[in-house]
């Protein structure tokens, strides 16, 4: 059988994939038993779960090392350093980690991320990187729904988008409402 790579670009036997599979493994495990010094019980954890614990134990350098060694994406990368860095509870780092770069992967999963570990005072931090249409959406998850009809407001569709905070504040709270109505015919 023959199977297309993404990688080279090219086609290689089933047998050939197989093979070189297994020494990826092999050299994880190597780095992995090399790593159990600092680290304890990583070794057979899948590249993901170890570049994972690797920052959460702020082990940089060496999550660094097997990203390049083991040709992680960046875009993949920085998805598993934010989410390790929010579990860690990290947020210094994760505030530097934001600023080192253009993130490949936006701004949005830095701000779910620090929701998902219920900081609400740092996922603010991020949301102002967001397209406004995403801020919007952000803000109410924050519980903002003031500032996102501020951002509802500058905003092209502005009509859909306070449509959508209205609906999520609900008929109920009547002051919120005409709060964020007056923002809407202050536009």
């Given at each position: ?55 959460q134990r702020a082990l940089f350098a060496e999550a660094e090392g097997l990203r390049k060694e083991f040709k992680l994406s960046d875009r993949k990368f920085w998805w598993l350093k934010v ?68 951002i509802a407001r500058l905003s092209r569709g502005s009509e859909e988008l306070f449509d959508r905070i209205l609906s999520q504040i609900g008929p109920q709270n009547t002051v919120l409402r ?10």
């Amino acid at each position: 059988a023959v199977v297309s790579t993404q990688s080279t670009g090219g086609t290689i036997s089933k047998d050939n994939l197989e093979s070189q599979l297994t020494l990826e493994q092999v050299a994880l495990i190597k780095r992995q038993e090399g790593l159990n010094s600092k680290v304890s019980g990583i070794t057979g954890m899948n590249l993901n779960e170890t570049v994972d614990l690797l920052i959460q134990r702020a082990l940089f350098a060496e999550a660094e090392g097997l990203r390049k060694e083991f040709k992680l994406s960046d875009r993949k990368f920085w998805w598993l350093k934010v989410r390790a860095l929010t579990k860690a509870r990290n947020w210094s780092e994760l505030e530097k980690f934001a600023k080192s770069k253009k993130s490949p992967i936006g701004y949005k999963p830095f701000v779910d991320a620090c929701l998902e570990n219920n900081n609400k005072g740092e996922a603010v931090k991020y949301v102002e990187k967001l397209p406004r249409e995403q801020q919007v959406d952000s803000y109410m998850d924050l519980d903002m729904p003031e500032k996102a009809g501020e951002i509802a407001r500058l905003s092209r569709g502005s009509e859909e988008l306070f449509d959508r905070i209205l609906s999520q504040i609900g008929p109920q709270n009547t002051v919120l409402r005409d709060r964020i109505n007056a923002i809407r015919n202050n536009s």
